[in-house]
């Protein structure tokens, strides 16, 4: 069965700084993709960033960027310079191709946003 | 563009009472859609997942009884929480998803409150 891990229950950035959030996932598949979402205190869920696991080049939006390492199965998500507007829940998420697009969701990493 | 509107946003009501609970995609198709509970800071957990004129899949421990889905049109489904009691109170959330690989768009959310 997949598995997707958060490592970190809370992280804490300052304003303007850089944060790395991490995420494994254990999978025997080869095509897969990843996702991260953001949870805000309203508890919608917004999709922040996608990967496609065939595509070797990291995926990026804007402040958003991932460093995908599919031999260690690592999916870290990078956000710069850091707004207040930041601070939710964030989400790593897998799914594989035949899995009918079925969510593996890994239980969240806080993110406190410091002014 | 892919929005899915949950309806109600918040509902309170007593023991024994039926609550159904609203999930429509605005502006594309939802082959599929999926329901999750989400407890206070806790990750989502999938409830079912549901494909347009079929019976949904439950997942383990999800029991059908209680929680029936309903997946009539490309652009609705419902879960109805039968005979909720206090134990059901929680965050649902939907989701939808076009085709296969696409990413899934989520509906707000409904905070459920039984008294």
């Known amino acids: 069965a997949q598995t997707v891990t958060q490592s970190q229950p809370e992280m804490s950035v300052q304003e303007a700084e850089t944060v790395t959030l991490s995420c494994t996932y254990d999978t025997s598949e080869s095509d897969y993709y990843l996702f991260w979402y953001k949870q805000p205190p309203s508890r919608q869920m917004i999709l922040v960033i996608r990967?496609?696991?065939?595509?070797?080049q990291n995926a990026t939006e804007n402040r958003f960027s991932v460093n995908f390492q599919k031999a260690a199965k690592s999916f870290s998500l990078k956000i710069s310079d850091s707004q207040l507007g930041d601070a939710a829940m964030y989400f790593c998420a897998y799914v594989y191709n035949n899995a009918g697009n079925m969510l593996t969701f890994g239980g969240g990493t806080r993110l406190m946003v410091k002014p | 563009g892919a929005v899915v509107s949950q309806h109600p946003s918040w509902v309170i009501c007593k023991s024994g009472t039926s609550v159904k609970i609203e999930c429509r995609s605005l502006d594309f198709q939802a082959t599929t859609m999926f329901w999750y509970r989400q407890f206070p800071k806790q990750s989502l957990m999938l409830m079912a997942t549901?494909?347009?004129?079929?019976?949904?899949?439950?997942e383990q421990g999800v029991e059908k009884d209680k929680f029936l889905i309903n997946h009539a049109s490309l652009t609705l489904s419902t879960l109805t929480v039968t005979s909720a009691h206090p134990e059901d109170s929680s965050f649902y959330i939907c989701?939808?998803?076009?085709?296969?690989?696409?990413?899934?768009?989520f509906g707000d959310g409904t905070r459920l409150s039984i008294l």
């Open positions: 990967q496609e696991a065939y595509k070797q």
């Open positions: 549901s494909n347009e004129g079929s019976k949904a899949t439950y």
């Open positions: 989701s939808a998803s076009s085709q296969i690989n696409q990413p899934q768009h």
